[in-house]
């Protein structure tokens, strides 16, 4: 039976991976710091069900080198999804930024080159392809004009994976996720936080004129993409694939859509347009079909309602 670590798997896209491969009978070992970034207290509670699942929980830090070395051990393949997310946090604190994203991804393939482990998929971001970027965004793009020290770090993590591949053999699979939402969506952004406003009554911050653009994508399709890379990842193989929905969406259109799913008619608060925010992220998904055999299956309209349905019964309201 296959024994998979997922770093960062108390998290929004770790939990539904974890899930995922428990489900097709692989054995799981979370490793996760319940990072205050957000409440840990939501972490905390989605390891507990885990844990209640069959998951092997064990709480550690990224930039813990020995603990890391002791999380990969009998493991064959690693998830790697723990890091410091969010733009707008990377420029008001890069240092922790660069010490989780940075530091604590080189910890972790430090520990694979020691154990021996070959199959790694990791999250890289969207944002990477930053100021240089033509939409529909391709791999082949240069990505090296990054907009935040986030972009920066996840840019910087696709690079020393592909170090680790040249030197040492690793398959390493990068995957750049777009705006991911769903069930235990994390509450800083935009959906999940939408949604649950909206069902309180309460004001709707919205950054800038409601023009941005993104590509949004439902978790269940990022799972079936993370899933893939890491049964494609091959020792002595790097690549970065995006993984995304494939549509765009602007934010002024995507709050028509929260009022219909959620039947609120909502009151925005309009803020100044955010620093280090692209303007428009949207994936080709040539690569990730003939990489990982991807196709987006949830379009944008139903992962909403599925996500307002589990934000009500999360709110209590039935
Ligand atoms: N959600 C998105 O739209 C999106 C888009 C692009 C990329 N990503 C990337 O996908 C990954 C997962 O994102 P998410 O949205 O599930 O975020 P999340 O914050 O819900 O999950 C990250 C998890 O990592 C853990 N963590 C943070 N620092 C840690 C450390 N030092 N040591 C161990 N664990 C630590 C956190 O406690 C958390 O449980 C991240 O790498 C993120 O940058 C997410």
Do not use: C
């Not at 170090?163 to 690793?170: A, C, D, I």
């Amino acid at each position: 039976m296959a024994r998979h670590l997922v770093t960062g798997g108390a998290g929004f896209i770790g939990s539904h991976v974890s899930e995922a491969l428990l489900a097709r009978g692989d054995q799981v070992r979370v490793f996760d710091s319940f990072d205050p970034y957000y409440d840990p207290a939501i972490k905390r509670a989605t390891a507990a069900e885990l844990s209640a699942q069959g998951v092997e929980v064990v709480e550690g830090d990224l930039r813990d080198a020995d603990a890391v070395a002791r999380a990969v051990e009998g493991i064959d393949g690693v998830v790697h999804l723990a890091a410091r997310p969010g733009v707008r946090a990377s420029i008001e604190d890069p240092h922790t930024t660069f010490a989780i994203n940075v530091t604590g991804t080189l910890n972790l393939l430090e520990a694979l080159r020691a154990a021996g482990v070959q199959r790694l998929a990791f999250a890289s971001s969207s944002s990477v392809y930053g100021g240089d970027a033509t939409a529909p965004f391709r791999e082949a793009q240069p990505a090296s004009r990054p907009l935040s020290p986030y972009a920066a770090s996840k840019r910087a993590n696709e690079l020393m994976a592909a170090t680790y591949v040249e030197l040492f053999g690793l398959g390493a699979i990068g995957l750049r996720f777009f705006t991911v939402y769903g069930p235990r969506g994390r509450p800083d952004m935009a959906i999940g936080k939408f949604l649950r406003r909206a069902y309180l009554g309460e004001a709707i911050p919205l950054f800038g004129d409601g023009s941005v653009i993104r590509d949004f994508t439902y978790v269940d399709d990022i799972v079936r993409g993370v899933v893939a890379a890491l049964d494609r990842a091959t020792p002595g193989e790097f690549h970065v694939s995006n993984i995304g929905g494939g549509a765009t969406t602007s934010m002024r259109e995507l709050l028509g859509l929260i009022e219909e799913v959620s039947g609120v008619t909502l009151e925005i608060e309009q803020l100044p347009a955010a620093a280090g925010d692209m303007p428009l992220t949207h994936a080709d998904l040539t690569r990730a079909e003939a990489l990982l055999g991807f196709e987006s299956r949830v379009p944008l309209r139903e992962g909403l309602e599925r996500t307002a349905a589990w934000t009500r019964r999360a709110l209590g309201l039935g």
